[in-house]
C-alpha cells in the first residue's frame, strides 16, 4: 500500500495549490471515504480511497489520459494567447496540472487528440522510430490520382526535412483518402499532397496506434480512456 499526504495527491491531480487544498480541508469541504478529512497531512492510499471535495469525487489517479473530438478553430497546444486549445475544452471534472496534447493537429483539422500529463506516453506515439500509425480522413479540391499512392508509399521529399517515411495512401471516393502516417511533420499531409498540386480542404484523424476515434464524441468533448485502451496505445 502506497500512501500519500492528501494535500500532496490533491494538487497534483486538479488546479489546486496545496495551499488552496489546505484552505479547503480547513472549511471541512473535504472528505476521505466519506469522513471529513482530518488534516492535509491525512495519509490516503490513491489506489483505494475516495476523495471528494464539496461532494465531487476527484480521480486520484496516477496518470490522467482523454481522448478528445477536435473541433476546427481550436489549437492543440495546453495554452496559447489568442485561441482556444484542446486543453481549455477539458471539462472541470477532468481538468488537472501538466495536462497537454500528445502530437499537433492544425487549427483546421479535426478528429482525434490523446491528452495526457504522461509524457513517456506522448513520447511514444509521437517518436518516428515507434512507428505508431496515424490514420486521417483527407478531402482534395480535385480527384486523387494513382501517382499520388505510389509517391506516397515511396515517400515523399520534403525540403530540408528530406522525405517522409513510406505512407499509405488508399481512395475511399473520387476526392476522399484515407491516409496513414507513422510520423507527424508539419502540415505534413498538407504539404504531401501540395507537391501533387491539390489542396487538402478538409481533414480528420480517425485512429491513432489502435485506437479508433470514439464518433459518439460530439465536437469539442472528451472523456477518459478505459484501461484497456491506455494498454493499446501503450504496445505500440
Ligand atoms: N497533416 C497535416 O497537414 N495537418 C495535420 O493537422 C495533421 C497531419
Not at 25 to 52: H, I, N, Y
Request: hydrophobic share 40%.
Amino acid at each position: 500500500m502506497k500512501t500519500e499526504r492528501l494535500d500532496k495527491i490533491l494538487a497534483a491531480q486538479s488546479t489546486w495549490s496545496r495551499k488552496e487544498v489546505k484552505e479547503l480541508v480547513r472549511k471541512g469541504l473535504v472528505t476521505v471515504d466519506g469522513s471529513p478529512a482530518k488534516g492535509a497531512d491525512q495519509k490516503v492510499d490513491p489506489d483505494k480511497s475516495c476523495v471528494q471535495v464539496a461532494g465531487r469525487t476527484v480521480p486520484l489517479r496516477i496518470r490522467l489520459y482523454l481522448m478528445m473530438n477536435k473541433p476546427a478553430g481550436v489549437v492543440s497546444a495546453s495554452r496559447d494567447d489568442s485561441c482556444p486549445t484542446v486543453v481549455d475544452l477539458v471539462p472541470p471534472e477532468l481538468l488537472r496540472q501538466g495536462l497537454f496534447p500528445a502530437g499537433r493537429l492544425d487549427k483546421d483539422t479535426t478528429g482525434m487528440v490523446i491528452i495526457t500529463d504522461d509524457g513517456a506516453l506522448a513520447h511514444r506515439i509521437l517518436s518516428p522510430k515507434s512507428h505508431v500509425p496515424k490514420v486521417y480522413l483527407a478531402r482534395l479540391d480535385r480527384p486523387l490520382t494513382p501517382e499520388m499512392a505510389e509517391g506516397f508509399a515511396a515517400g515523399i521529399p520534403l525540403g530540408e526535412e528530406g522525405a517522409t517515411l513510406p505512407a499509405k495512401l488508399e481512395p475511399l471516393e473520387e476526392t476522399l483518402a484515407r491516409v496513414t502516417l507513422r510520423e507527424g511533420m508539419y502540415h505534413q499531409i498538407k504539404r504531401m499532397f501540395a507537391v501533387y498540386g491539390a489542396k487538402v480542404v478538409e481533414l480528420r484523424r480517425i485512429s491513432m496506434g489502435g485506437l479508433a476515434l470514439d464518433e459518439s464524441l460530439a465536437p469539442g468533448q472528451c472523456r477518459e480512456l478505459t484501461p484497456q485502451e491506455v494498454e493499446l496505445l501503450q504496445q505500440r
